[in-house]
């Protein structure tokens, strides 16, 4: 902002001066205030403060195990490409940091895991573990993080909006790098959070909250949000 | 701020072949489709061991359709894919056949002749296979990318490999070594894998991924930095230092590799039979220790290629395939027999860079003593530190990656700035510094920097210093030697008084009686002390530094001594956030010290565009059915905020006239005009001419060809096939044009905005600021004349604190800004009418009166001379203007002045640096000269220093002595969400003079017709696509330093060869014989002074000014490449034989004719040797400059117009017959034997091809 006042020669749109300002001091939800078109489903996501709407593009079979859940294609307004399963992320192309070739064959399905988690359970107690491989950009192929799945209270300070945290059951999911191990640069711990809505037996993913990497995580919300 | 990792690029640029017709062939394609190994020509286009209708290609299908039609199966790895096209190849056959050519031809090549035979043989096994790399292979990503989907055609391959489970190292010695691959391991762990303890020797490693891209990284413990690890199916080049294999040829190496299939190649039935199959190398030992095996001590056998595949085809998949997989969830296990790399926790796997961070003074080095590192250009740095007494304000800049400089307020808090001046306020010091650096850091040679402190200021911390710095691993180690306020503490005797005696003492104050002044008398003089340190870096966040100080502050400036209880001071550092360090110190034993530094690269400085309307994103389809220009134009205003005046038609062609359409990322700009001009024009029209006006006067014009715009957005396409679609060009009037539309011009504009403004470090406060609104105001009365104004108001300031009125000795046309602030809030900075006019097609003319700044209003105007992309411009501006009243509203005062200049714009064409040179009178009616020059980087950032000298003395000028100051210019484009032409200029100079004052003229020619440079279109935000292909368009080639210790080499072997023995006893004896005219001609001399004899002698002894300056012309591109090659080589050469000339100089000592002795009077090494009269430095030089330019265009006059200055050297008494002759002699000499160099790079290499045959390549 310093750079504006300090000009002696400045932009004479006033207009985009004050959006820009407002941009700066308001997070940047433009995104929020957009009016998304019925006949397509959306997700909103936040990235460093600030929100964007995917549209989604393609419902697709997962190629290693046809029987398992589809896998969405979502799609944002500069072609980067986004795939959740299950309201996991399995797969992004065109961001700083990209997943690619995901496998968990293991990973328990939201049913098992709300059935779980209602069982007792010592306190911290996994819900269930499993391992996931996957490819990074930059070349970081192969890697593999063992999961473990914690049912957990409401948390605060997410990017859910329009909802109230307890009116949906969340879970975190705790990535432990095993190949490469820790320590290992780019071998970070990363946790992601699901928050489900359970309604009549059927459960939907409405809020997931994923780090693909130590600098980009994001939060991806069904929206508008019902 | 961190730098990604670095983008993964084409070392090698591709020769565009013309436009041949494509062979017809089978539509081929599949999954592991082989390749034809023996066959360098067939590349992938052999028959498909496995096609089916599902895998084949449908010609016209895009690749994602494919993708989803044959989606990557378990084991696939689609990363890998492999787009083979035919175009492609004959780019890659030259490259191979230039690898090939190099192998055998190259001079500077050491590899013994086995390896020489074993890498060709196999590189020449290698198919030509015509891969395109691709950039994301994720079909539903493709589908949104349609700009990197390609179109497949007849003769188009994919090859979709298996994912190996190895990395396959190539050893410099021509061995392949396939090695287990193991996610997190970085290119050393593979070396030393393959070849042990030997891989430390390695500097450099080439990283060929699978996708096709080349990576280069430092691997060794003094250079190396993040990298990339390899994938599965990478190869690796890390030739060891002692192998001496040249970069360029690492270079091919790497790019051909990435041609080729991502897997080990199984060994190739070679006709020398030389080939060693790969050879997995043993299991580590169990302490965990790499086995150091020799090559194939434990070959494992790699099932070599199937016989019958007489073609060269062969089984595509890797080892790894041959073993069942056995869990598709987990990746494949390494194949039998494969290793495992076993990385021993001392391994240094993990590089770290060098970790550059700030010292005491904002400079790149340890607490106190600088070091030589620097930290990459573009960067800036603020940085504030505090050790009793003296605290620090530094701002420095690197413009360049070799040259740090900077400006520094330092606080003497026991010391006050003076009652009569500032109170209680304590002295504040102004000054400027610079580091250089000499000579970048090699694996066994540190990196070496020069540089100075207090340069141009009152002096008062002036020092210089040598010294160098060498890394290992985490630590960093340095070593200096420091003289004057760096050197204080006096602990070794100054080595230059082995030279001269007087440099052993060093003038106090010696900035000059009011600073600013460059006491060059001074520089490496006085107390020299050693110093240096070490930093340790063990982490990403901490830095801890222990330094041997060479300054024991009993020699303070100000007799401001301190208590010193120890030399060594003790740091250390946290990178708190990217930009953000802090720093803790205990220094001199007893002290404190604290230090934060604020850095960031401006060089990166980016936004994204959230604001700016979105991106039309165009179709392949054209549009039909009537045009709605009007529409056209709207729509185009919004994605451009350009104006168009007109739309005219002729033939094909659509040409639309834009006014002031001037922005720093142009060809963007040029990419959303024509995606909404696609969208609208008829489908016949083929050329769109964009014809960029500026208030009237036509600039040039941006040719966009339609179809190949379309075909580049639209679909990705192998080089070969792309041409440049958008192109500058100069303009052309308009001839039997129809006019289709014209719009309306904008009259009127106006606006607010926020204004700010301040001064730094004056004695009425450090700072002193006034925050307002601005109202730009502009009425437009013609195309080319309009009258423009600015109002400011005043709301926030301290003012009330400003009460200083610095001294003068000159018309205060400055100085009294502090009346022109404070006089009233409400001001009137500009108001003025403007004209400007094109006279012709080079020529621009402006005249404007007015009120045409805060302190001055009259009449001036302007003439520019600017040819179409020129390296040069000329321009002349002439004014009169009144001084105007303090409030700056319509009043005048009484003082007037004319103030013009004559200004050389020069495009340097290095570095993207334009110099400005200025001469004139100025607004106090000096006269002198300004230079300025500035640095803009690829993001439209500016870095300038400029200086002014008129014929105002230093105690005229008053403190400071001459003007000077700092400049960074930033494009509002890279700071703002939305697209804006604008900049902000933000200036600083040490002192407000009235010496050297420029008149602030808002209109500027050279400003405003910027587009007549085709360099305007270079700019791109920071990290995009076109800023990264900008890289790819730098020049090819060493840097200048680089020519010099190439030449200098080459220069060396020829005069030490044994053959050099005969031409060197000949130019003895021509010398020697030519000494019996020394004392007739110095008599002649004698005899013919004064008058017309002076006044040739004079000319005559500018001819190698002249010669040089031609050169330097030539060479900066007045002319054709050829002309600058042959300038190159004449500076080169120039440059050695001054060098030359000046240790023959210091060796002989012969005195001067004027010195009356005679001819005979030689003194030997030692003082004086400088104005040695042996041999001629003027005859050398001009020889050196003449010779490659006669010898290239067969100009033998040349040499008479060089040796024309010996009349003058003689007649001017300054050297006898012998000594102009020597002069020219070793001139002629230097400089044949470079010409030779330069034909010896250029001319054909000759080789034997397998064939018999005998083939010359030319590199170019």
Redesign the interface.
Known sequence: MLAILACAACSTDSTNISRTFELAYRGGSLADRAAPNPAYRYLRTVVDGRSALLVLGYTDPDPATPDAPPIEVWYSAEGEVVRLQQGRVVGTSGLSTDWRSTRAPDAPTWGSLVASATQDRAAGQALATWQRTRDESAYRSGVIDRISVHAIAAPRGTELAGLAPESLQWFEERAEPIVPPAGTPGAVRLTARYALRVDSGAIEVVYTEHCLGPELCLSLQRWPAR | MTR??PAATTLARPVRPSRLCLAVAQVCIVLGMPTAAGNAQAGGGATASVASAQTAIRAGERLSDWLLRN????GDD??ALAWQVPSARQAQAELKQALLAQLWSARDLQADETTRQRLADWLRSLPVTGRVPLA?V?A??L???PDQDPILAPGHALVLPQ?PGTVTLLADDGRPCAVA?????QARGYLQACIGEAASEADMAWIV?PDGRVQRFGIATWNAEPQ?????G?WIWAPRRSAAWPEDFSDRLATFLATQSPTPIAARAAPTQTTTPIAARAAPTQTGTLASAPVGATPVAIPPSDPTSAAGAHDERPIAAHAAPTD????APPPVGATQVAISPSDPV?ARPGVPTANDWGFIGLLQTPTARMSPAGELRFHLSRVEPYTRGSVVAQPFDWLEAGFRYTSVSNRLYGPEIAGSQSYKDKSIDFKLRLAQETAHTPALAIGMTDIGGTGLFSGEYLVASKRSGDFDWSLGLGWGYVGNAGRVKNPFTWFDDSFAEREEGAGGGSGGEFSASNYFKGRTSFFGGVQYAPSDDWVLKLEYDGNDYQNEPQGNNQKHDSPFNLGVVYRYASGLDLTAGLERGNTLMLGLTLHGSLADLTVPK??DP?YPRPLSTYPAGPTDWARMSAEFAEQTRWSVREVRRQGTDLQLVVEEPYTIYLRDRIDRAVAVLHLHAPADVRRFVLSFHERGMPLTDWVVLRDEWVARQTRYRAHAEQFEAVVAAEHWPAHSQEKLWAGPAERF?????????QSLGGPDGFILFQ?GI?A?TELRLADDTWLSGRANLGLIDNYDKFEYDGPSNLPRVRTDIRKYVTESDLTLPTLQLNHVRALGTNQYASLYGGYLEPMFAGVGGEWLYRPWNSHFAFGIDLNHVRQRDFDQHFGLRDYDVTTGHATLYWHTGWENTLVKLSAGQYLAGDRGVTVDIARQFDNGVKMGVFATKTDVSAEEFGEGSFDKGIYLS?P?DA????S?A?????IWRPLTRDGGAMLSRTLALFDLTRLRDRRAGRYAPAGSQAWLALDDDREDGRSIWGELGHTGGWLADKIFSPEAVRPLLLGAGLTGLSATLDRPLADWADEHQGGSWDTLGEAASLIPFGLAAGAGALWMGLADDTASDTARTSLLAAGWTLGAQLATKYAVNRARPEAGLGPHEFRGPGNGGSDSSFPSIHMGVAFALATPFAQKYDAPWLYGLAAATGFGRIQERQHFFSDVVAGSLMGYGIASLLVDEQRSRNGPAITLGADRSLQAHWMF
Do not use: C, K
Request: aromatic residues 6%; proline residues 18%; charged residues 15%.
């Open positions: 990604p990792l989606p990557p199966g378990a689609p990363a994301i994720d539903r990503w589908q949104a990318n994912r691959h193991r996610p997190g391991t991924q990339s690890e390899p994938a599965p990478a598709t969830t987990a990746p993990v959230l604001l979105s504009s106006t606006g607010l905005e926020p204004s700010y403004s925050l601005t730009p930033i509002f700071m703002l969400p939305f804006s604008r900049t902000a200029d933000i």
